[in-house]
């Protein structure tokens, strides 16, 4: 059975379990989606679902977007997303709803992590800084000297520091789906999941069960 679907981060609470316990969540509307194209592996080489979520006004999108969605009759929508899966129960034009996922499933979320701009090494990679003494008035956060010697002479590529910092695509795994509410389309995940209130989230079935 195919399960994904598409959502949008909504922000944390608490619920309460069985024995009383407090259980920090993360809320999402999850869907409903549309499936907007099946990829198959004779045509396009892999095989994937295509998913569709959040009607929009139609001058939002391309004249490109609208001739995709219009092929298969469905409505302009904003975000198109694929999931790969490789025999897909579903066909074009079909909705999928939060009613894919079961309380107790371990999912995999994934969104674009809040962007924080230009960081220094104390807060992107927990640098210890310099001494607090001995003259030091004003480098306590500063990387301090790089050089490699005569040779090579220089800072390798890749080395940790400042830099920019978030905005990257993140996938918060096995993360345990603790409610699902159809009526109100909502999805609830113990923990937390990468990206600001209102950002979009990919949820699928967890690849580490």
């Not at 009607?55 to 969605?69: C, M, Y």
């Not at 030091?136 to 400042?162: E, H, I, L, N, Y």
Request: hydrophobic content about 35%; charged content about 25%; some cysteine.
């Amino acid at each position: 059975m195919f399960k994904g679907l598409l959502g949008k981060k909504i922000g944390m609470t608490q619920i309460f379990d069985e024995s009383g316990a407090a259980v920090p969540v993360t809320l999402i509307e999850a869907g409903p989606c549309y499936v907007t194209q099946i990829r198959k592996p004779e045509k396009d080489g892999y095989s994937a679902v295509q998913l569709g979520f959040v009607e929009v006004n139609p001058k939002r999108l391309t004249k490109g977007q609208l001739g995709h969605l219009k092929k298969s009759e469905l409505p302009p929508l904003r975000f198109l997303r694929e999931f790969r899966a490789k025999s897909p129960d579903v066909q074009v034009g079909d909705k999928v709803t939060v009613e894919v996922f079961q309380v107790g499933e371990r999912v995999d979320v994934v969104g674009t992590s809040k962007g924080k701009g230009f960081q220094g090494g104390v807060k992107r990679y927990g640098f210890g800084g310099g001494p607090k003494t001995h003259g030091q008035s004003d480098r306590w956060r500063a990387p301090g000297s790089r050089g490699a010697g005569s040779t090579p002479g220089r800072v390798f590529k890749g080395a940790r520091g400042p830099g920019h910092m978030g905005n990257v695509r993140v996938t918060a795994q096995g993360l345990k789906v603790v409610l699902v509410d159809p009526e109100r389309n909502l999805l609830a995940v113990r923990g937390s999941v990468p990206g600001p209130k209102g950002g979009l989230v990919i949820i699928k079935e967890a690849r580490k069960q």
